[in-house]
């Protein structure tokens, strides 16, 4: 099992991101790591892939959990 933080495979930091309910990470077969906001496929404010790091947001929403 793989204890690496998936955010570390993001070429930058993720900013505010990185604290939201909405990033789903995703892994190509090559390493490369990219992040997709999950809540731009309902809120059409928000870019499905936005450019990192984000430092502020409309549809940001605190993770809850861990």
Not at 8 to 19: N, T
Not at 41 to 61: H, K, M, N, T
Request: one cysteine or more.
């Amino acid at each position: 099992m793989d204890d690496a933080d998936p955010w570390d495979g993001l070429a930058v930091p993720a900013g505010l991101c990185r604290y939201c309910e909405h990033p789903s990470l995703n892994r190509t077969r090559r390493g490369v790591t990219y992040m997709r906001c999950t809540r731009a496929g309902w809120d059409e404010r928000i870019p499905r892939y936005p450019g990192l790091p984000v430092a502020e947001c409309v549809g940001f929403e605190p993770r809850t959990g861990s």
